[in-house]
């Protein structure tokens, strides 16, 4: 973004001030990472005010800042936008500098995998068209309006990940977006305690096609049933599915998993062999719908294929990681019960190396029934298919009561709130025929565990 603040100014109605000819460049809500050209975006918290670091903003190079029209004293000869509230100002600014931004807009939700979704459909982009992702955790009402005002002037394509935690809050994102293609990855367990159900989790995701452009469409998990559900009931939006179904649009057969990634085959709309240097069947699935936006972008199978082979997730996503003789697969940026059932099938069928370890943290968010969830991972975890079982986190006790029956004493380690025991395990028994992966939820930091092995 290029814009001068009489520019921002006319974009949030605002008619009654004067305005220093400055150019914003940025947007900032944090003057340890201002840049020069910011926009400066102060909140007020219950136990911080923004408002008493504009000044530090200023300093640091920022060329304007939001002040509230409620907050007294605000600085003399500084320039400055008034408005009522920052968070909605941001959001009209965002859906301003959207409609008129010439970028293909691709929204992405879902329970699980729309991080490493996202991160596949840039990868796979950015070799043919100037591409620009969502950053980190700015997946929210408040961070993807700053990612489309991160936006360069020239960027072709914007890849915008969709968080949310209740109703609504995906379509309010949705309409701000106002996305080409709408991927939706899947429908987990995830913020059960907000939204009730799995059918309710799905609707809430469902609103991603409540911005999507008339010409765009859905791209879809066809393997799970509430969302072909709802696209049956839907008659406005067009959809195509990808899975692992012969019925779907796009579908992936012969998965083969290599200490170098995995390799596999497609029917459907796109037909051939094809390899991607990550691990994991749910994994495949996610480069299915980046699959389906690259042929979207008219792109040739050949194009396609020489981007995934060089594609890259953001870290602690299945990532494979040597230490010494040791293989881990860190997978431990967060956890529900449908990705925890993907990464253990993963370890289960995998033949990288034939010593298996699961190291397995809570996982958070769950609800009313999270005991339920953890216990039904031990109908998952095989004995003849697991060698060792490492459980770190109070709630991870209930998994370890219905191990127990399972695996042996030696095989079966539990700790409560520390890492030692486990580290203390792998250190004695794993060895060069080990893979072992750790995953748990984000709260659970079992990426920890790697700093004991070098």
């Known amino acids: 973004m290029k814009k001068t603040l009489k520019q921002l100014a006319e974009w949030l109605k605002i008619d009654e001030q004067l305005h220093e000819?400055?150019?914003?460049?940025?947007?900032?809500?944090?003057?340890?990472?201002?840049?020069?050209?910011?926009?400066?975006?102060?909140?007020?918290?219950?136990?911080?005010?923004g408002h008493q670091f504009v000044e530090q903003a200023f300093e640091k190079g920022a060329a304007a800042s939001f002040w509230l029209n409620d907050e007294p004293n605000p600085p003399e000869n500084r320039p400055l936008l008034f408005v009522d509230d920052a968070e909605q100002a941001l959001q009209k600014m965002a859906i301003a500098?959207?409609?008129?931004?010439?970028?293909?807009?691709?929204?992405?939700?879902?329970?699980?995998?729309?991080?490493?979704a996202k991160d596949i459909v840039a990868s796979a982009l950015t070799p043919y068209f100037k591409v620009q992702k969502t950053i980190g955790n700015f997946n929210n009402q408040l961070g993807l309006p700053i990612t489309i005002l991160q936006l360069d002037e020239d960027t072709e394509i914007s890849v915008l990940e969709m968080g949310m935690s209740g109703f609504g809050e995906i379509e309010l994102l949705s309409r701000i977006a106002r996305?080409?293609?709408?991927?939706?990855?899947?429908?987990?367990?995830?913020?059960?305690?907000?939204?009730?159900?799995?059918?309710?989790?799905?609707?809430?995701?469902y609103e991603i096609t409540q911005g999507l452009l008339e010409e765009g469409f859905l791209i879809y998990d066809g393997d799970e049933p509430l969302l072909c559900d709802l696209v049956a009931e839907d008659a406005y939006t067009e959809a195509k599915a990808f899975g692992f179904s012969?019925?779907?649009?796009?579908?992936?057969?012969q998965i083969t998993a290599t200490e170098q990634g995995s390799s596999f085959t497609v029917d459907g709309m796109m037909n051939g062999n094809f390899t991607i240097p990550?691990?994991?069947?749910?994994?495949?699935?996610n480069t299915?719908?980046?699959?389906?936006?690259?042929?979207?972008?008219?792109?040739?199978?050949?194009?396609?294929?020489?981007?995934?082979?060089?594609?890259?997730?953001?870290?602690m996503r299945m990532q494979l990681i040597p230490k010494g003789p040791l293989l881990f697969i860190n997978d431990a940026y967060n956890a529900a019960p449908t990705s925890m059932r993907a990464a253990i099938d993963f370890m289960q069928s995998t033949t990288i190396r034939p010593e298996k370890w699961l190291v397995l943290g809570d996982m958070l968010?769950?609800?009313?029934?999270?005991?339920?969830?953890?216990?039904?991972?031990?109908q998952t975890i095989e004995i003849e298919a697991v060698q060792y079982v490492c459980l770190y986190g109070p709630r991870m006790k209930w998994l370890y009561d219905k191990l127990t029956a399972k695996f042996d004493a030696a095989h079966l380690i539990y700790s409560e709130a520390d890492y030692t025991p486990i580290v203390q395990k792998i250190q004695a028994e794993a060895s060069d025929e080990s893979i072992i992966?750790?995953?748990?939820?984000r709260g659970m930091k079992l990426e920890t565990i790697l700093q004991h092995f070098s």
Not at 191 to 205: N, V, W
Not at 288 to 314: F, G
Request: aromatic content about 4%.
């Open 365 to 378: 968010e769950l609800g009313n029934d999270e005991q339920v969830f953890h216990e039904e991972l031990a």
């Open 21 to 49: 000819d400055v150019t914003v460049t940025g947007i900032s809500i944090d003057t340890r990472t201002i840049q020069a050209g910011d926009l400066f975006v102060p909140f007020r918290g219950e136990s911080v005010n």
């Open 246 to 253: 012969t019925a779907h649009d796009l579908f992936a057969a």
């Open 179 to 205: 996305p080409h293609l709408a991927i939706i990855t899947n429908i987990g367990e995830a913020h059960m305690q907000d939204l009730g159900s799995r059918a309710g989790i799905a609707q809430a995701k």
């Open 278 to 285: 990550i691990l994991g069947k749910h994994q495949v699935k």
């Open 97 to 116: 500098y959207r409609s008129e931004h010439k970028a293909t807009f691709i929204g992405i939700t879902g329970s699980n995998g729309k991080t490493s």
């Open 288 to 315: 299915l719908a980046a699959m389906l936006v690259c042929k979207a972008m008219n792109l040739t199978d050949e194009q396609i294929s020489e981007a995934l082979a060089q594609i890259e997730l953001t870290d």
């Open 437 to 441: 992966l750790l995953k748990g939820s």
